[in-house]
Every structure is written in structure tokens, then in C-alpha cells.
């Protein structure tokens, strides 16, 4: 997204539906924050600043994420893939899905879902007569409300290939939520041919002192974050085949000649990983 014309952030009264809370922090607006974006608040900069106060590499993290979700869609399209379900989107910013997507091959057809409202607002803005592309207000929580809804069902075939994208939002999962389980229902609904393209927070190698300080941190958010070690990650890709280079840091995901380097990947704060159901 660009900031306004002045270089600052957009005042909320121009764009932000009416019934948003301006003070507390939200997860996908603390992630456009450290995108250097512009629709997101003062609660939600305060995170971001403070997660790069505890982790300085934090805004390099975010856009290696945003990197990785690039090369997967393009992998995707390449592998033939012309219908994607994109659950937890946050708020649009440079490189969305169906840009990528349908630069390369326009009859790909693309579903956000998101529940914040900054976001469905502003995916709708930018999604206006598009007719191959829409943003569905749901939770990841509620799989099948996701898959049977009508805007859903209109622009993805079922019978279809399709690729699942889940980019940095299970880890706002809890345990007791059974994230693991959310995926197995939203990945049986798919045909063989199919994808998945995941990414997760993780703090492995972090000291006891950084975990404790992301928690907190995250409890004065919208969702609480619950990084995961590599092994509780791989578990989300049971049941398919997870492609090569395997469960890897954000950065060594198939990374393109184009890439800013990562001096050290391991400070990311992410694995990431795509699988084909087969």
C-alpha cells in the first residue's frame, strides 16, 4: 500500500470502517506496520516498534514473509494452479496474491479471508471490478463456514486444484484450538493436485528471555502469537508431500536471484514450506 501524499499514515476517519479499535493493537495491522504500510494506528506501531526493539532483524522478517508468499504463488501458477484460497490475508499490500497470480496467467482466480475489518475494507477497495478476485470475512477457526461460503463457492471449484495458502496465521492458533486439525479439514475439502503453501512464527534458538517478551507483547494484541518449533510445524504437512527443500527458514525457500539477501536466516522468525496432496 503507499502512504498519503504527505508521507504519513492515512487518518483513520478517511478509510477505517467506523467500528474498528483505534486502541488496541491488531496482528494483521502490526504486520503492515512492519511492512512499512500505511493503514494501521498508533496501537499497532508501538508493537511493531517494540518487536524490533526485542528482535531488530523484525521488519526484514516481515518482508521475507511477504517474499516467500511471492514465490510460492509463482510456483504455484507454474505448476498450474489457477485457483487460490488465501486464509488470514491481513491487510493488502504490495505483491498480493491475485496480482501475481493473474500477471501470469489471467484466469487464476483468488479468495482473501480475513477477519479484520481494516483489511476486508481495504480489499475491497482495491479488488472493485475485479471479477476473478473477492475477500470473504471468516475465520480460520470455522473451516467449513470458509468453505461453504457463497463467495467462496462462486470462484473456487471444489473439483479443482487448488492452492491453500496459510502465510504466517496458524501461529495465532492456540494449542487448545487444535491448529493442526483446522488444516486436516480445510485440506481433505481438496482434490489431489493440490497445494498447500504455509509459513509459521517460530522463536527456535531464541532465548527464554525473547520468548517470554514476544508473548507478552503479543497478549496486548488482537490475537496471542504461539511460535512453534520446526518439529510442531512439520506436523501441519501430514498426509502430503512436502516438496523440496522441505520445512526451511523463510528465506531458503526457494529463494530467486532477485532476493535481498539474509545474512542470517535463522533470525527470520519463520519456516516456511509448500506440499502437494497427492
Do not use: C
Amino acid at each position: 500500500m503507499t502512504p498519503d501524499t504527505n508521507g504519513g499514515q492515512v487518518e483513520h476517519e478517511s478509510w477505517a470502517p467506523p467500528e474498528v479499535d483505534v486502541e488496541r493493537a491488531n496482528v494483521a495491522r502490526v504486520y503492515d506496520a512492519l511492512l512499512g504500510g500505511s493503514h494501521n494506528f498508533a496501537a499497532d506501531r508501538d508493537v511493531a516498534s517494540a518487536l524490533t526493539a526485542i528482535e531488530p532483524t523484525a521488519r526484514d522478517a516481515a518482508r521475507a514473509n511477504r517474499a516467500f508468499l511471492g514465490r510460492a504463488v509463482k510456483f504455484l501458477v507454474d505448476a498450474g494452479i489457477r485457483q487460490f484460497l488465501d486464509i488470514g490475508s491481513g491487510v493488502p499490500t504490495s505483491g498480493n496474491v491475485h496480482e501475481i497470480a493473474q500477471s501470469a496467467a489471467p484466469e487464476s482466480r483468488v479468495v482473501y479471508v480475513d477477519t479484520d475489518p481494516v483489511a476486508i475494507a481495504h480489499s475491497r477497495s482495491i479488488l472493485a471490478g475485479n471479477d476473478r478476485a473477492t475477500i470473504v470475512h471468516a475465520d480460520l477457526r470455522e473451516p467449513e463456514l470458509i468453505l461453504a461460503h457463497p463467495d467462496v463457492t462462486r470462484l473456487i471449484d471444489f473439483d479443482q486444484p487448488l492452492g491453500l495458502l496459510l502465510v504466517a496465521v496458524l501461529h495465532f492458533i492456540t494449542d487448545e484450538e487444535q491448529p493442526g486439525d483446522l488444516v486436516k479439514r480445510l485440506t481433505a475439502a481438496t482434490v489431489p493436485g493440490s497445494y498447500l503453501a504455509l509459513s509459521h512464527g517460530t522463536l527456535d534458538g531464541r532465548s527464554n528471555q525473547v520468548v517470554e517478551a514476544v508473548e507478552k507483547l503479543y497478549s496486548r494484541a488482537s490475537a496471542p502469537g504461539r511460535p512453534r518449533d520446526h518439529a510442531s510445524v512439520e506436523t501441519f504437512f501430514d498426509g502430503l508431500e512436502l516438496l523440496d527443500p522441505g520445512l526451511v527458514y523463510l528465506p531458503l525457500w526457494r529463494p530467486a536471484e532477485t532476493d535481498v539477501p539474509f545474512e542470517h536466516p535463522e533470525h527470520s522468525w519463520g519456516y516456511a514450506g509448500v506440499a502437494r496432496k497427492t
